[in-house]
């Protein structure tokens, strides 16, 4: 069908086009490296949509049945600056981390504010967050004085805003509005919903957007189809890895520079296809909770640990309207932890509960041991993950995530579960399970990378990462026109495809994953409120 698009976009890529961005093989008539990239994740596809853009032929393996199905994703900022526990420059980071994703996936945004709760029996004070908020509503300004383009969390000066407790009791006296447009209209919902005796004041409103998980992948799938020399397969198990020339290889310091992926398409179980194999110049190990295993067969020593964690699905059809995202503080872990209401369309409402009884698990954080890399989390997991939940336990922990959120919105238990979740396993580097900023660990000797994101805002920045790694192996060009125009956030997909048509792919997801079509959808589009009246910086 016939789609608009962006005319920002369309000029600035066109403009490109004339400079090179399209004609990458009459630039190089050298046959072209092979990357091969283990994992179709956030990471992964991600980063093969950096590498196919440069040129280079990159194969992208994934063992699902479309890309970036794993674990829940609730905002493009991940939390980052309501957690306590993590320093203020990890918080900076994730910052500018999400507004550059942002511009790679601009169809996936959310834009609804998130709004941040300190309970009555917390020791904690809202007060003690507004120091970093004031760091990050500085740096903030600073990248919109970078690049105006990067303004797409609304004007610095409203990036949060605080609500006292009169503020409150006058809003849950107006008539709730069904769309939301200014920050007072989001707040109606919430002062006539959230038991205002149960938490402290005031309220913090931060401008920190939802991230839809099926248009994500709708989109990655949308941008690696616009490259002939990006290679998708899925439904496909990996199933060894070796090193095909390799020096001094029973040396501690050896170097590789090919692997061999060995790989067979699992798409039909009785009717699997005979084994391939393909050479590759470069390895990326984007597995996610898996990465430990292509880790020994590379044999690589590394320390990690995985943790299975889940969210819910449920449906609540007294919101009276749209409403923002709600989170009440609590300590990570404790019967007490952070409960967390996430709005889609139609009401349907993603819950968080930080305890083990809803979201973490009691045996569900699992480290790596001085046998292995990978983790092994209990095969209980590993069986939802692969085959999906068993109806009971979901069944009960979606009813126990409902009445957490409904001790803080007492209404909310009206709400009814759907029988569905998002979860998964997330990987953590290192020993530290608060961390929440990691990208990627480089092993230049033998042409490796292992791509370690905690967040999946950190994946661009990984992606760049392991370009600059290949730049100095002499495996791709320096400063070349393509790979100017991802720093100038001109994707070639842009141009040819708008939010609409994004909208239909993640449909498709939705329903093949089973989850309500409407989640595939964002009430308010960030092409529509933020990046419409802008123009490039050059222009």
């Not at 990248?143 to 009791?169: F, R, T, W």
């Not at 005031?202 to 994500?216: A, S």
């Not at 790989?263 to 470069?282: F, G, K, L, M």
């Not at 190990?285 to 990690?304: L, S, Y």
Request: aromatic fraction near 8%; proline fraction near 5%; include cysteine.
């Amino acid at each position: 069908m016939t789609q608009s698009f962006d005319k920002n976009y369309a000029q600035s890529f066109n403009r490109d086009a004339h400079s090179g961005v399209l004609s990458y093989g009459a630039l190089n008539t050298q046959p072209k490296k092979r990357v091969g990239i283990l994992g179709g994740g956030t990471a992964g596809s991600t980063i093969a949509i950096r590498l196919a853009a440069l040129g280079l032929e990159t194969y992208l393996f994934e063992k699902k049945k479309s890309l970036i199905d794993g674990p829940p994703m609730c905002h493009l900022h991940a939390g980052g600056n309501l957690y306590r526990e993590i320093p203020d420059e990890d918080c900076v980071a994730l910052l500018k981390q999400c507004i550059d994703i942002l511009r790679l996936y601009p169809h996936t945004i959310d834009v609804r504010p998130t709004v941040f709760a300190v309970p009555t029996r917390d020791e904690g004070l809202p007060e003690d967050l507004l120091p970093r908020l004031d760091i990050l509503t500085d740096a903030y300004q600073e990248l919109i004085e970078q690049d105006a383009n990067n303004k797409v969390l609304g004007e610095p000066e409203d990036y949060y805003q605080l609500y006292s407790h009169e503020q409150l009791i006058e809003l849950s006296e107006r008539e709730q509005v069904a769309v939301p447009s200014t920050v007072d209209e989001w707040m109606i919902p919430v002062a006539r919903y959230l038991d205002l005796n149960k938490v402290k004041f005031p309220l913090i409103v931060v401008q920190e957007y939802g991230w839809n998980i099926f248009r994500l992948a709708a989109s990655a799938k949308l941008a690696l189809e616009e490259y002939d020399n990006a290679h998708v397969f899925t439904e496909t198990a990996v199933q060894k890895v070796v090193p095909v020339d390799c020096e001094n290889c029973t040396n501690a310091d050896h170097h590789v520079t090919k692997w061999r992926i060995d790989y067979q398409q699992i798409h039909n179980q009785e009717h699997a296809s005979q084994p391939e194999s393909i050479e590759v110049d470069y390895l990326v190990n984007a597995c996610g909770f898996r990465t430990g295993v292509i880790d020994d067969m590379v044999g690589v020593e590394v320390t990690r640990m995985v943790e299975f964690k889940s969210s819910y699905v449920t449906h609540w059809g007294d919101a009276g309207g749209q409403i923002p995202e709600i989170i009440v503080y609590g300590q990570r872990g404790t019967p007490e932890g952070m409960a967390q209401l996430t709005p889609y369309p139609g009401g349907y409402f993603q819950i968080h509960g930080m305890s083990k009884a809803i979201t973490l698990f009691d045996d569900g954080l699992v480290a790596s041991s001085e046998d292995s890399a990978q983790p092994k989390l209990p095969q209980q997991y590993v069986h939802y993950i692969e085959d999906g939940w068993d109806k009971a336990p979901l069944q009960a922990r979606s009813q126990q995530a409902i009445e957490y959120v409904a001790e803080f919105v007492p209404t909310f238990n009206s709400a009814r579960t759907v029988g569905n979740a998002l979860y998964g396993g997330q990987q953590i580097p290192g020993q530290d399970d608060t961390l929440r900023v990691a990208d990627v660990s480089l092993y230049s000797n033998i042409r490796y990378a292992r791509a370690e994101n905690v967040k999946a805002s950190s994946t661009l920045i990984a992606a760049d990462q392991i370009v600059n790694e290949l730049t100095d192996l002499g495996l791709i060009e320096n400063d070349t026109p393509m790979n100017r125009s991802r720093y100038a956030h001109e994707w070639s997909y842009l141009v040819h495809n708008d939010s609409l048509a994004v909208d239909e792919v993640a449909r498709e997801l939705a329903e093949q994953r089973g989850f309500p079509i409407a989640m595939a959808h964002v009430n308010h589009s960030i092409r529509e409120v933020a990046l419409d009246d802008l123009t490039p910086a050059d222009a």
